[in-house]
């Protein structure tokens, strides 16, 4: 009887234990899942998958930039598919030229609509791509909107200012 009841008990204690544990399945924007999207985006742009990135960006994403280059400021606003040529054309040279890419970012804040369903991310990333013995610098500081689509976390649009050094 004694035996009995143990294992009925640890039957129990497994099966409460597994529900428990169970993974559900996410409905909504999150902090951690934002804070998953940006880490899958640095390692997308670690290995130079345009792809990748692109797959991240909502169907109507708008990319608003202000780059500091060399040759003086420029500022862009892009639309996911003139982004994504953009992105292809860069990470594929980088990848033929055999170059390595670091990144850090640190995320300053992330506001998420009650519902769930929208959400903002403030946020600074240093970069650094090595290529050909040439080594690139960039800083970048903004905001990217985000909305929950099709179970994950779209980017719907980024605004901000890219700094290039050496």
Do not use: H
Not at 68 to 75: A, C, D, H, L, T
Not at 143 to 153: E, I, N
């Amino acid at each position: 009887m004694f035996k009995s009841s143990l294992a009925s008990g640890f039957v129990a204690l497994l099966c409460f234990t597994l529900i428990a544990c169970k993974e559900e399945k996410q409905t909504r924007l999150t902090e951690s899942n934002i804070r998953q999207a940006i880490t899958d985006m640095n390692n997308a742009s670690a290995k130079f998958d345009a792809t990748a990135i692109c797959a991240m960006l909502d169907d109507t994403a708008v990319i608003s930039l202000k780059q500091i280059k060399f040759s003086g400021p420029e500022s862009s606003t892009m639309r996911k598919d003139e982004y994504c040529r953009f992105v292809s054309v860069g990470m594929k040279a980088l990848s033929q030229a055999g170059a390595t890419y670091e990144t850090s970012t640190v995320v300053d804040e992330i506001k998420i609509a009650p519902d769930g369903s929208t959400g903002e991310v403030k946020y600074a990333s240093t970069d650094r791509v090595v290529a050909s013995g040439q080594t690139l610098r960039s800083s970048f500081a903004g905001t990217s909107s985000l909305a929950w689509r099709d179970g994950r976390v779209m980017v719907t649009s980024v605004r901000g200012v890219v700094q290039f050094s050496k």
